[in-house]
């Protein structure tokens, strides 16, 4: 079982982009997913996070600008990122609560990180 973040970029400060998060090797379900950031010499830091039956939350820092997703069909958990401030440069990952698979289940699977930079 593997998550891939993807998606990242560098984009000029009021710029777009969708970050994405896909899971791979058999998934049968995924539960709770968040994506969180992380800058050189902070701890990691929760952005958005969606629930198995699509409930949402958001840090206040990131609230009306960004959305997170799923499409349980593609296993697939996306962040839309709109109106991006140069303090959103970080790397960007997501998380997942548990997943299974036909082989089992696992809880705590984490992507590796995707770039984001924004230009001012």
């Known amino acids: 079982v593997q998550l891939q973040a993807s998606g990242g970029g560098l984009v000029q400060a009021g710029g777009s982009l969708r970050l994405s998060c896909a899971a791979s090797?058999?998934?049968?379900?995924?539960?709770?997913v968040g994506w969180y950031r992380q800058t050189p010499g902070r701890q990691r830091e929760l952005v958005a996070g969606i629930s198995i039956a699509g409930s949402t939350n958001y840090a206040d820092s990131v609230k009306g600008r960004f959305t997170i997703s799923r499409d349980n069909a593609k296993n697939t958990v996306y962040l839309q990122m709109n109106s991006l401030k140069p303090g959103d440069s970080a790397v960007y990952y997501c998380?997942?609560?548990?997943?299974?698979?036909?082989?089992?289940?696992?809880?705590?699977?984490w992507g590796q990180g995707t770039l984001v930079t924004v230009s001012s």
């Open positions: 998380k997942a609560d548990r997943v299974t698979s036909i082989f089992g289940s696992w809880a705590d699977i």
């Open positions: 090797g058999s998934i049968v379900s995924i539960s709770g």
